[in-house]
């Protein structure tokens, strides 16, 4: 089974806890691997004057990565959708921050593209809204069904017949 890790918005901007950084980095060198993060550009997504605060214009990504990807606003950009398409996977695990927004908009901007995301649920967390991430982890499961938790996939349960 061929299966590529999207990691969304796992940077200093979003303060991630630790356990969620190291958990993400675990995952990351056991398989292709695609980051996405935040950059501000006010002129691009009007997040300062719509919702008072804005990410860092420039803040990398706290997981090493095959690719790295920038994006200005919720959605990943067409590039970062594009290469995984070309990658031609099974699935597309998805992990990292705001489960509820920037997570689940990767999660449609893949099933759109015609992949099939995965939550790794248990490497994902939710806005202030959400912190738990049990929202996003709802939404996902409605829309998607398709979710994981981290050592399952580190343990190889979740296997492809014939493998």
Known sequence: ??????IVDVQRTFSPPDWLVEGVRALA???PSVAIVEHYDEAITPFQRQL??????????LVEADHVFVKYGYLPPAAAIDHLRAMRPDRVLVCGLQTECCVLAAGFALFDAGLNPTLVEDLTV?????KSGNLGRSLWRHHFRNALLARDILSGFVRFDGE
Do not use: E
């Open 29 to 31: 060198c056991t398989m």
């Open 52 to 61: 008072g605060w804005h990410p860092s214009s420039a803040d990398p990504s």
């Open 126 to 130: 939710g806005s202030s809204l959400d």
């Open 1 to 6: 089974m061929v299966q590529v890790l999207l």
